[in-house]
């Protein structure tokens, strides 16, 4: 609902000139009504306050100086982006944590293949030792075999 005030009281109420009320009335920024007769032919018609906030506040907001290259944002949208952009920092901050929690994970299953690696060389070296074993004992077994055929069946001369 709408809340008419003459443009001195409005100007006195916001702290703003009188000229700068009847300007923004110009350019038709803010609304006017009257109760006697037209409201663009009335010498001092009444002001909706609730668009003077909303063009105050919108005004409120500073720029930069090259304000062609800048767009100005409403600041009910702006309160959005900050509340969005809280949200994703929070949500940034919690897959950065689980990353660290992958990470510690990834290098102590490295570190396990590690050791399996280690282990499964010892266990390659121990059966190539069992093997060597296996075959001086299988070859010292069987090396009196030949000598004696040798002895048996050779021609004498």
Known sequence: MANWLSIQAAAEKYGVSEELIRERIRLNYLTISSLKRDPFEDPDPLVDTDELDRALEL????????DETIERIPRGH???????NSRL?????DLREENYLHVQWEAKLKADLDKMIELTDRLNSLHLKIVEDYKSTFSSRFEFWPSFWHLLFSKKK
Request: aromatic share 16%; charged share 35%; hydrophobic share 25%.
């Open 59 to 66: 005004k409120s907001i500073q720029s930069y100086p090259d």
């Open 78 to 84: 702006l309160d959005w982006i900050y509340q969005e």
């Open 89 to 93: 920092a929070k949500r940034n901050d």
